[in-house]
């Protein structure tokens, strides 16, 4: 079974600072997902890397994925108060199955 | 605006009762997931249908839970008898997929169903 590990669990900070968080897994994914949980609703992807050494950016959101493809971080810069939530990352095992890791509760106050 | 859509949202019930959560996919993904949300546990998968084939229900405690795909508009998940231990959101999911190792299965979460069982 291929765990993610995600650090720290919970998180909180003030409007304008800068955070990463990390999902960390000893096997290696052939992609890795990261989703934002809000109150009440569903995981909603973020974005997908594929590619080791990948970076992708989502406005304020940088996404990498490491060059070994074990493991992801996420950097947000300039937190804002609408990036509360819990930000899960998830990968594929086997063909089709999608494992989640256990989350980073985010909450960034104003 | 397509999207996953769960009934109940929410359920209160008793020990030992039984209960049924069902799942709309989004028309035309040939993928279903469901997975259940606990503090403790984060989100693990109970099971997966593809083209309404069971791949995977080795998540779910067999002797009470039972997952089913009647039609490709439909997915159920059934657990009886219930216990408090079952109390979690229930979350189904649907994606599009060939299947291919590196084609990064993009799924879609519905809003989820509350279940307490007391």
């Known amino acids: 079974t291929q765990l993610l590990e995600q650090s720290p669990q919970f998180l909180s900070i003030q409007e304008g600072e800068n955070l990463t968080v990390y999902c960390n897994s000893s096997s290696v994914f052939s992609s890795l997902q990261w989703y934002r949980q809000e109150p009440g609703e569903g995981p909603v992807l973020l974005v997908t890397?594929?590619?080791?050494?990948e970076v992708k950016k989502l406005k304020r959101l940088t996404f990498q994925f490491g060059d070994a493809r074990k493991d992801s971080s996420l950097h947000i810069t300039a937190a804002q108060p609408g990036d509360t939530g819990l930000y899960l990352c998830?990968?594929?095992?086997?063909?089709?199955?999608?494992?989640f890791g256990q989350g980073t509760r985010l909450t960034i106050n104003p | 605006d397509a999207r996953v859509t769960q009934t109940p949202r929410h359920k209160v019930t008793e020990m030992g009762q039984e209960v049924t959560m069902r799942c709309q996919p989004i028309?035309?993904?040939?993928?279903v997931f469901w997975y259940r949300q606990t503090m403790m546990q984060g989100l693990e998968l109970l099971a997966y249908f593809r083209n309404r084939a069971p791949l995977d229900d080795s998540g779910m405690p067999k002797d009470r839970f039972s997952a089913e795909m009647p039609d490709a508009t439909l997915a159920t998940l059934k657990i009886q008898p219930s216990e408090p231990r079952d109390s979690a959101v229930y979350f189904c999911?649907?994606?599009?997929?060939?299947?291919?190792?590196?084609?990064?299965?993009?799924?879609?979460f519905g809003e989820g169903s509350w279940l307490t069982v007391v």
């Open positions: 999911a649907s994606g599009f997929s060939m299947g291919a190792p590196k084609s990064g299965n993009t799924i879609y």
């Open positions: 028309l035309g993904h040939n993928t």
């Open positions: 890397v594929v590619t080791g050494g």
């Open positions: 998830a990968g594929p095992q086997g063909a089709q199955k999608l494992v």
